[in-house]
């Protein structure tokens, strides 16, 4: 049952648009994480403020089970974020 909300839930347009790196709103990340409240799947948040060298970001790490998480890095305004790999 899990399986198929998960599933479900990953394939939506805002969770694609996460999947290609693609800018997204606050307003859109918090729909996302009200998806996620309301198909009971665990998840944790992290904010960055941005720098003038590193653009403000949120972390959304959703866990799947005990080992398996989802971690999306969204960019709130251009740049690299403080969560990206450095180069």
Request: charged share 10%.
């Amino acid at each position: 049952m899990f399986d198929t909300i998960i599933s479900s839930v990953l394939s939506g347009t805002l969770f694609r648009k996460m999947l290609n790196n693609e800018q997204l709103t606050l307003f859109e990340f918090n729909f996302i994480t009200s998806v996620l409240i309301n198909h009971n799947i665990p998840f944790d948040t992290s904010y960055a403020s941005g720098t003038r060298k590193d653009a403000a970001s949120l972390q959304l790490t959703i866990h799947i089970n005990p080992s398996v998480t989802m971690v999306f890095v969204v960019n709130l305004e251009p740049g690299s974020s403080v969560f990206s790999p450095s180069p």
